[in-house]
């Protein structure tokens, strides 16, 4: 079975620049999540989609930050503009709600560095 | 009081130990708990759920106690393998919606 597949794996920008990351889940698996993770720090949620739909985003900084999913498979996340403190590992995952255990199963991440 | 706290560590410990290491949550709503294992510069992965009847995968064994609010991931004979960082997960169930929150994580050194 293929795994959470996300792209690019490195971004490096300067601040003010906008990136785009992409994120394909495990085909089937209705809810996708998108995680900041600083170096040295647990992941941080930043949004979760059922289906094309938004279950939680209070944790996005919705003035830089955006999201979407819109046919409720694939999902891209902005940042626009970047800013320094954006520089962490952005890891999306997928689960299949169906199930009791919300096992989550994420993908390799994307490492931006903003300098 | 943080949603979800863990000592951070890094637990230094000997192959062949035993290594043990809790996480408080604050929440009472908090409906599901996993202990997910992070080596460095991967992805999370999960090592297993928490149950209330406590859950045992080989050397693994974690434990819930909702009176105290926490949770507790036990690792016999460990081997060089096991370090890694692990990352508590608290799923709070918020009406239909359910709210995931990850620790910080505990960091494990196995020493040669």
């Known amino acids: 079975e293929a795994g959470v597949a996300q792209s690019p794996r490195y971004k490096i920008i300067e601040k003010r620049q906008s990136v785009a990351f992409w994120c394909n889940p495990i085909?089937?698996?209705?809810?996708l999540y998108w995680y900041q993770q600083i170096l040295g720090q647990g992941p941080k949620l930043l949004i979760q989609?059922?289906?094309?739909?938004?279950?939680?985003d209070s944790q996005l900084p919705k003035d830089r930050f955006s999201a979407e999913r819109l046919k409720g498979v694939d999902s891209t996340l902005k940042i626009q503009p970047a800013k320094l403190e954006d520089s962490a590992v952005y890891l999306c995952?997928?689960?299949?709600?169906?199930?009791?255990?919300?096992?989550?199963?994420f993908g390799p991440g994307t490492r931006l560095t903003v300098l | 009081r943080k949603e979800v706290e863990q000592d951070p560590g890094p637990f230094n410990v000997p192959e062949g130990a035993t290594v043990a290491f809790n996480c408080t949550y604050s929440?009472?709503?908090?409906?599901?708990f996993f202990w997910y294992r992070q080596d460095c510069r991967k992805e999370p992965k999960l090592l297993m759920s928490?149950?209330?009847s406590g859950n045992e995968d080989g050397r693994f064994t974690a434990q819930l106690n909702r009176a105290s609010q926490y949770i507790s991931l036990l690792i016999r004979d460990s081997k060089l393998s096991d370090s890694a960082t692990y990352l508590c997960?608290?799923?709070?169930?918020?009406?239909?919606?359910?709210?995931?929150?990850f620790g910080k994580g505990t960091r494990l050194h196995i020493l040669p």
């Open positions: 929440n009472s709503a908090s409906q599901s």
């Open positions: 997960v608290v799923n709070i169930l918020l009406g239909r919606d359910d709210k995931i929150i």
């Open positions: 928490v149950y209330s």
């Open positions: 085909s089937g698996h209705a809810t």
């Open positions: 995952a997928s689960s299949n709600s169906g199930t009791q255990t919300h096992t989550q199963y």
């Open positions: 989609f059922q289906n094309n739909g938004v279950v939680d």
